[in-house]
């Protein structure tokens, strides 16, 4: 095979699989609400959260720029201990050498099958932490454990397609992934393109001018107001266990859009 041949099908598989990418993330960037959700849930959900006190608001902020803040400067380690870093960033290695040599289907969808099984763990850990906590009435406590969980759900996914997580750019980026994944607005949209925009920088060494300060904020309240109702009724005993089992939903989505922009990165470096 010439090595014009060799580049167009490379360029055919890569194009192939972005395609694939777009449509996941169109489907979950601009899917539509069950009908009996919308009309039946959610009006009871809003009536509920108009009731919530603004300082409630306000502690469920706070309690997540703390958590950020903690994992960010000191609790990194901690979770990684909680799964194998040196061996995923030794894997990510050779899966850069194989995809330097042959770029194919076979070898993307193998990282893709190794995401997917990590995605799977993390949300059983936290369906299961959160609907334990539930079960006792116990709901803004987890809240540090919670983020944990979601911070190690995308750390596993970064290092899996090759990327790490150290520098303010990439934490930028994880954070914005969140917002875009947590949001219920609109608004959503603007974060999965700054996602892209800081992603585009960071392999292309462009300088990002983030403020990480403030995207903590943004992140805590985008978190918040995800959360603030599944975490008032997790605070009742017995019925809390609703509020964790939205946990598996949110960390659902976060993974989808982790996985979707680490991938997208991935495809643009090879």
Request: aromatic fraction near 10%; hydrophobic fraction near 35%; charged fraction near 30%.
């Given at each position: 095979m010439s090595i014009t041949e060799k580049d167009f099908k490379k360029e055919k598989i890569i194009n192939s699989q972005r395609k694939k990418l777009i449509k996941r993330e169109e489907k979950f960037f601009y899917k539509k609400e069950?009908?009996?959700?919308k009309n039946k849930i959610l009006p009871i959900k809003e009536k509920i959260e108009e009731r919530i006190p603004d300082k409630m608001l306000e502690t469920?902020?706070?309690?997540?720029?703390?958590?950020?803040?903690?994992?960010?400067?000191k609790g990194t380690s901690l979770i990684e201990k909680s799964y194998n870093s040196e061996k995923l960033k030794n894997e990510a290695d050779i899966n850069e050498y194989i995809l330097s040599k042959r770029v194919n289907n076979k070898n993307l969808n193998r990282i893709d099958k190794k995401v997917k099984r990590g995605v799977i763990i993390n949300k059983g850990i936290t369906t299961a932490e959160g609907?334990?906590?539930?079960?006792?009435?116990?709901?803004?406590?987890?809240?540090?454990?919670?983020?944990?969980?979601?911070?190690?759900?995308?750390?596993?996914?970064?290092?899996?397609?090759?990327?790490?997580?150290d520098t303010d750019e990439?934490?930028?980026?994880?954070?914005?992934?969140?917002?875009?994944?947590a949001n219920k607005t609109?608004?959503?949209?603007?974060?999965?393109?700054?996602?892209?925009?800081?992603?585009?920088?960071?392999?292309?060494?462009?300088?990002?001018?983030?403020?990480?300060?403030?995207?903590?904020?943004?992140?805590?309240?985008?978190?918040?107001?995800?959360?603030?109702?599944?975490?008032?009724?997790?605070?009742?005993?017995?019925?809390?266990?609703?509020?964790?089992?939205?946990?598996?939903?949110?960390?659902?989505?976060?993974?989808?859009?982790?996985?979707?922009?680490?991938?997208?990165?991935?495809?643009?470096?090879?």
């Amino acid at each position: 095979m010439s090595i014009t041949e060799k580049d167009f099908k490379k360029e055919k598989i890569i194009n192939s699989q972005r395609k694939k990418l777009i449509k996941r993330e169109e489907k979950f960037f601009y899917k539509k609400e069950n009908e009996y959700i919308k009309n039946k849930i959610l009006p009871i959900k809003e009536k509920i959260e108009e009731r919530i006190p603004d300082k409630m608001l306000e502690t469920f902020e706070k309690a997540f720029e703390k958590g950020f803040y903690f994992v960010f400067e000191k609790g990194t380690s901690l979770i990684e201990k909680s799964y194998n870093s040196e061996k995923l960033k030794n894997e990510a290695d050779i899966n850069e050498y194989i995809l330097s040599k042959r770029v194919n289907n076979k070898n993307l969808n193998r990282i893709d099958k190794k995401v997917k099984r990590g995605v799977i763990i993390n949300k059983g850990i936290t369906t299961a932490e959160g609907t334990v906590l539930g079960v006792f009435g116990i709901g803004l406590p987890d809240i540090p454990v919670f983020l944990s969980v979601i911070l190690r759900t995308v750390y596993e996914i970064c290092l899996n397609y090759g990327f790490n997580y150290d520098t303010d750019e990439e934490k930028a980026f994880i954070l914005n992934v969140i917002c875009a994944s947590a949001n219920k607005t609109s608004e959503k949209i603007l974060y999965s393109n700054e996602s892209d925009r800081i992603g585009y920088n960071i392999d292309n060494e462009i300088y990002s001018n983030v403020d990480i300060n403030n995207m903590i904020k943004e992140t805590s309240r985008n978190l918040s107001e995800n959360i603030i109702f599944s975490k008032v009724i997790q605070g009742i005993p017995i019925v809390g266990v609703y509020g964790g089992l939205s946990n598996f939903r949110l960390v659902s989505d976060i993974s989808e859009v982790a996985s979707i922009k680490y991938k997208k990165r991935l495809l643009s470096k090879l």
